[in-house]
């Protein structure tokens, strides 16, 4: 059976995305920790990161690092957090988050309604962020 993750990647489901390639996503998260926080998700469904294809990983991180780096164009924060808990979706999904302090990582924290114009303002300031970096984030 697909993944919630599979579902938003093939349309089934919506998303904010900021990234698309031929080997991953990213979108905005539908609970957020913080204002921009984001999911780097592989297109393949694996369950567990260990279990990645290197080359994968290594995508993974390097486009993590990308939206991360817009993150802190757009919104200033003190950091960027990356967390992969691997707990409530069984699809690799790497958590980049704009953060101010070690508390902004705690998912009791998440957001669970938040404002639809934010977040789609949010998602227009990373994708403008990505391109402001000579990026090519592959979604409109």
């Known amino acids: 059976m697909a993944t919630v993750f599979t579902k938003i990647i093939q349309g089934e489901l919506p998303g904010r995305f900021v990234w698309r ?3 991953c996503v990213a979108f905005l998260s539908i609970n957020p920790l913080r204002h921009g926080h984001a999911l780097v998700v592989p297109v393949q469904e694996v ?3 260990l279990d990645l294809d290197p080359e ?3 995508h993974l991180m390097a486009v993590s690092q ?9 919104f200033s924060p003190t950091r960027i957090g990356l967390m992969i808990a691997g707990l409530e979706v069984p699809h690799v999904h790497l958590h ?3 953060i101010d302090g070690v508390h902004d990582m705690d998912f009791a924290n998440a957001a669970r309604d938040p404002d639809a114009a934010a977040m789609d303002q949010a998602r227009d300031d990373l994708v403008a962020a990505l391109r402001s970096a000579g990026h090519d984030p592959g979604v409109d």
């Open 66 to 74: 990308r939206i991360g780096q817009a993150q802190m164009a757009a």
């Open 47 to 49: 369950d567990h990161w």
């Open 21 to 23: 390639d031929d080997r």
């Open 56 to 58: 994968v990983n290594s």
């Open 96 to 98: 980049v988050v704009p």
